[in-house]
């Protein structure tokens, strides 16, 4: 099913709230109800390694970690902070646009966990991780 536009407008607009991830670029592409998908467009400034360029495993985290709470809250639901994160990293994030998918594992009233992965332009899993999230309230 396609996704509304302004649908997508509105997420983007929350997640350029930030200032870190409007420096990330990151583009939301597909939303629904536990779902998030988007794209971390190549810059130079993500490199921690230049030869051969490779990504800083911090930026993949930092996505998996933001990507998952976003998850949560498409549910509606309002989560207040990150209570566990594991990141596996699969292989190495050489130039080139990316992109991101999370789902919800688990929504609870207390805390809930979502599950992200990261592949590089030709599809192949560059990192997976999983977030656990407080809820509020």
Request: net charge negative; aromatic share 6%.
């Amino acid at each position: 099913m396609a996704v509304d536009q302004s649908t997508l407008e509105i997420w983007q607009q929350r997640i350029d709230v930030s200032p870190f991830q409007r420096w990330l670029g990151l583009r939301v592409d597909d939303v629904d109800t536990g779902r998030m998908c988007v794209t971390l467009p190549w810059k130079e400034d993500l490199v921690s390694n230049p030869n051969p360029p490779t990504v800083h495993g911090g930026i993949l985290a930092s996505v998996i970690d933001l990507l998952g709470l976003y998850s949560v809250l498409t549910t509606g639901s309002a989560a207040i902070a990150t209570v566990d994160l594991r990141v596996d990293y699969h292989r190495r994030a050489g130039s080139g646009d990316m992109t991101a998918e999370a789902t919800i594992i688990k929504l609870g009233s207390k805390v809930s966990t979502a599950e992200t992965k990261v592949f590089c332009g030709d599809g192949k899993l560059l990192a997976s991780g999983r977030g656990v999230y407080l809820m509020a309230g």
